[in-house]
């Protein structure tokens, strides 16, 4: 056997099928063959069952007459509207509930989370059978739960329940009042607008100071009463432009105010309290993960308690519970789609519930509804990606 | 006075010796340190055990002292008729309970469902249990034996003298169980061809995997479970209808193959290059390599992550509901419309269904 150049066997005694670059060639050139013979018998079977159960195929429907109606819809919509604009409303309805219950169990799951840690043994052990029950409970049981088991008690428009703040509580759902703004809001809108600008600027200058000098201006208290304070001033100077349509309880019936349906309001105390068991099991575990040397140190150093957990502790928290969050947030939005189960009309359950029972549609519809999913999921990460780029640890 | 300075204050006698600690150990000592250790927390103790005496009290008062145990209609459980209150009317889980669990399985042939129930506890035991030895034998017993056993065991064979039970009748958390187990046994070594996919140096493999996993991580269960119940059957010939149980046991477990594989990955990944390279260098074919060398130890790590799979499987089931397939869930829901159980007061919820 002679050697070659490389010293790699010149007249290798290999065959050919023993080649790793030919086999793999090979293995790749079978598999796409076997990828691509199962999407054509799909496709083929496909569009012969459609032709033989005359099912249209393609998306002419999308301008064609809905002829249904929906309860909550966030832009105008009627029956007379097209399966398009159906699908808009379906998508922002769970666009809606997604992030309301995001804002809802982000709260929940971080006080959970930090009450987990109390050093009050009553308070750590509550949170603790909080989590475990919401944990390890079907999400579709908990939404049944509320739906079902607290929001089916209600009682009739006549008896609603009566909560502060003028809000009603009956079978109709949760009626709040109802914000409503004059012309010259506007001015207080403005003023509001800018003190946050002045006061974030004014921020950016604190840091540089502090940086120069190693002492910061207190900016902080001055930011905060000026942006509360200036545009309360230009409310009133500007004659209060805000008033509230209030719901009132009337002999039969509760009129006014906007209405918040059951199915919403359950979708999103379900979500919440489930998310927020996972939450807050993410932040308890971001925390202690810190060493208990970083908070003997800073109380070394003199930084009292509050300083230590928001300067030292929550920084580097941060760093392992920001991943977390994200595919917390992640799974939330799509089990939103769970609102499918109580009739909440979110996107899967107009479009691959009414539109596809009326158009018999079922790939385009069930198509459309997971692109939508995998779009607003690559979305979130990329965004939670940028922002954990931000908090991450520089290294070199 | 050179150097030293003027004494201004000499201990002329021993301090007081400070008081013993009051306990260091015992319940007062305990409840000192862990309810009352502050104002603040002390509060907070009293509050609590202030709400909990509300709650619990009545807990126990409706779900044991007053509740019905037996009862063969919503009658025996309404607190008019009996004329005084009644709590939770257990006599109703107790009158449905053999529907709960096998929906309406032929009630002669609950037997072999029962076996099925057995024979998955023997499996998971021997799985799970690490002082039983041979995993080996486990492994081939849970993830080949025991399914075959299990279909002819649940569905019947005339050959075997098991008669058909077709799978409509088919309900409770015996459904449950066998979509988890089905998803289990599947998810498991799809996961594992995945996961290696996701790992080749052959772009085309590699791709198909990277598409697979992300899309199905990207959409939510009930979307695949639709898809496999409304298109599946336009995929195949006409003539070969697939059973509504079955389109959504290909869901489920296409769903959990793609989160086995993101767990199996990250196994791969925790191997040391070392071991890749020795493998290697011993001539073990890629194979060899994997099943000898890479996927035991990378199993060992994930087994966390795994079992974390199968409980989100578990509780996943629950979704095969909105489907129309009888589980668990479906089957109680089911049997609270039964006119006999009709309940006395109707939910404020129930006119939207």
Redesign the interface.
């Known amino acids: 056997m002679s050697v070659g150049v490389e010293g790699r066997p010149s007249d290798s005694k290999v065959v050919f099928y023993n080649d790793p670059r030919i086999r793999?060639l090979f293995?790749?050139l079978l598999?796409?063959g076997l990828?691509v013979a199962l999407f054509w018998?799909?496709y083929d079977?496909?569009v012969?069952?459609?032709r033989?159960r005359n099912i249209a195929q393609g998306f002419a429907f999308w301008d064609v007459e809905a002829g249904f109606d929906i309860s909550q819809t966030l832009i105008s919509y009627s029956a007379a509207s097209s399966y398009g604009r159906a699908f808009w409303v379906g998508l922002l309805n769970t666009m809606l509930v997604s992030l309301v219950s995001i804002f809802f169990a982000t709260i929940l799951g971080v006080i959970i989370g930090i009450l987990r840690l109390s050093?009050?043994?009553?308070?750590a052990k509550?949170a603790m059978v909080y989590v475990e029950i919401f944990r390890?409970?079907?999400?579709?049981?908990i939404l049944?739960f509320w739906?079902?088991g607290v929001?089916?008690?209600?009682?009739?428009p006549r008896e609603s329940i009566k909560l502060p703040a003028d809000i009603l509580l009956?079978?109709r759902g949760l009626l709040m009042p109802k914000p409503i703004f004059g012309d010259a809001f506007i001015y207080p809108l403005i003023a509001f607008v800018s003190t946050v600008i002045l006061g974030a600027v004014l921020f950016w200058w604190a840091r540089r100071v502090q940086a120069r000098t190693g002492n910061r201006p207190n900016a902080g208290l001055f930011s905060t009463s000026m942006i509360i304070g200036l545009p309360l001033i230009v409310f009133f100077l500007s004659g209060s432009p805000l008033s509230f349509d209030v719901p009132v309880q009337g002999r039969f019936n509760a009129s006014g105010g906007m209405t918040l349906p059951?199915?919403f309001v359950?979708l999103v105390i379900g979500l919440t309290t489930y998310t927020a068991a996972f939450i807050a099991e993410n932040v308890r575990a971001g925390i202690v993960a810190i060493s208990k040397g970083q908070t003997e140190a800073s109380q070394a150093l003199g930084l009292s308690h509050g300083q230590t957990i928001r300067l030292v502790i929550m920084p580097q928290a941060l760093r392992v519970i920001v991943p977390l969050l994200n595919s917390e947030y992640l799974s939330l939005t799509?089990?939103s789609?769970?609102g499918?189960?109580?009739?909440y009309p979110d996107l899967?359950n107009v479009f691959?519930g009414t539109v596809?029972n009326q158009t018999g549609q079922?790939?385009e519809m069930?198509s459309v509804?997971?692109l939508v999913?995998?779009t607003l999921?690559?979305l979130t990460s990329a965004f939670m990606n940028w922002f954990n780029r931000r908090v991450a640890l520089v290294e070199r | 006075m050179s150097g030293q300075a003027e004494l201004k204050f000499i201990r002329s006698h021993f301090s007081d010796p400070l008081p013993p600690p009051m306990r260091t150990s015992g319940i007062f000592h305990w409840a000192r340190e862990?309810?009352f250790?502050s104002v603040f927390?002390s509060v907070?103790?009293i509050l609590?055990?202030f709400g909990l005496y509300q709650v619990i009290p009545g807990m126990i008062d409706r779900l044991i002292i007053t509740a019905v145990w037996t009862a063969n209609s919503s009658k025996d459980c309404n607190a008019e008729l009996l004329g005084h209150p009644v709590g939770v009317c257990w006599g109703f889980v107790n009158a449905h309970w053999g529907y709960f669990v096998f929906g309406q399985y032929p009630e002669h042939l609950r037997w072999r469902p029962e076996l099925f129930f057995v024979l998955e506890a023997l499996g998971l035991a021997w799985l799970l249990v690490p002082s039983i030895p041979r995993k080996d034998w486990a492994m081939i017993y849970f993830f080949i034996i025991f399914p075959i056993v299990a279909f002819f065991l649940l569905n019947g064979s005339e050959t075997l003298g098991l008669t058909p039970v077709q799978t409509h009748f088919w309900g409770g958390f015996l459904v449950s169980i066998v979509i988890g187990t089905v998803g289990i046994v599947i998810s498991v070594p799809v996961g594992i061809l995945l996961a290696l996919g996701r790992r080749s140096?052959?772009?085309?493999?590699r791709s198909?995997s990277v598409v697979m996993i992300e899309?199905i991580?990207?959409?939510?269960?009930?979307?695949v479970l639709?898809?496999a119940n409304?298109?599946f059957?336009?995929?195949?010939?006409?003539g070969w209808r697939p059973d509504p149980l079955l389109r959504v046991l290909v869901g489920v477990a296409l769903f959990f193959s793609a989160y086995m594989a993101e767990t199996v990955r990250g196994g791969l990944q925790a191997i040391p290059r070392g071991q890749y390279e020795a493998a290697q260098a011993l001539g073990l074919s890629y194979w060899q390599m994997m099943v000898k060398i890479i996927l035991p130890q990378a199993l060992k790590i994930v087994i966390p992550g795994i079992v974390n799979n199968f409980?989100g499987l578990l509780?996943?089931t629950?979704?095969v509901?909105?489907v129309n397939i009888f589980d668990f869930?479906k089957v109680i829901?089911a049997s609270l419309n039964n006119p006999v159980w009709r309940l006395s007061q109707r939910?404020?919820?129930?006119h939207?269904?």
């Open positions: 793999s293995f790749q598999l796409l990828i018998f799909a079977n496909t012969s069952n459609l033989k050093r009050n043994w009553l308070v509550l390890n409970v079907p999400l579709l049981l049944y739906y079902r929001l089916g008690l209600l009682p009739e009956n079978t059951p199915e359950s799509k089990n789609s769970l499918v189960s109580i009739g899967v691959t596809l079922a790939v069930v509804t997971m999913y995998l999921s690559l | 862990n309810l250790s927390n907070l103790t609590i055990l140096h052959m772009p085309v493999a198909a899309f991580r990207g959409v939510p269960l009930i979307t639709f898809m409304v298109m059957p336009l995929f195949v010939p006409e409980i509780k996943d629950t979704l509901a909105i869930l829901e939910l404020a919820t129930d939207r269904h």
